[in-house]
């Protein structure tokens, strides 16, 4: 079992910043890939980023070179810095916890999420 917290969301200025966290519970964090979704008001949960226990990463074309993602095994925690924000990046930003894939039924363990909100 796998609980996940995430936080460092908020309300930012277009071209800004912001960079979420994501804390694991239990023993086994290492051994999960550890993916980024968002879900914006009307619109499905959509892929973001996800990096595997070796650090390998995979992003949606649309955060390509503005998002990182990155892990601290020894912290239990996953992040996501996103730079360049636009407006169009607005919504929930929820962690999960499964399989190296952007298909979000690969992820047994989800967190509750975060509101990102990039006004222009």
């Known amino acids: 079992q796998v609980q996940l917290v995430e936080s460092g969301g908020g309300l930012v200025q277009a071209g800004a910043s912001l960079r979420l966290s994501c804390a694991a519970s239990?023993?086994?964090?290492?051994?999960?890939?550890m993916g980024w979704f968002r879900q914006a008001p009307g619109k499905e949960r959509e892929f973001v980023a996800t990096?595997?226990?070796?650090?390998?990463?995979y992003y949606a074309d649309s955060v390509k070179g503005r998002f990182t993602i990155s892990r601290d095994n020894a912290k239990n925690t996953v992040y996501l810095q996103m730079n360049s924000l636009k407006p169009e990046d607005t919504a929930v930003y929820y962690c999960?916890?499964?399989?190296?894939?952007?298909?979000?039924?690969?992820?047994?363990?989800w967190g509750q999420g975060t509101q990102v909100t990039v006004s222009s």
């Open positions: 999960a916890a499964g399989s190296y894939s952007p298909d979000s039924t690969k992820y047994n363990y």
């Open positions: 239990g023993r086994t964090f290492s051994m999960y890939a």
């Open positions: 990096i595997n226990y070796i650090g390998s990463t």
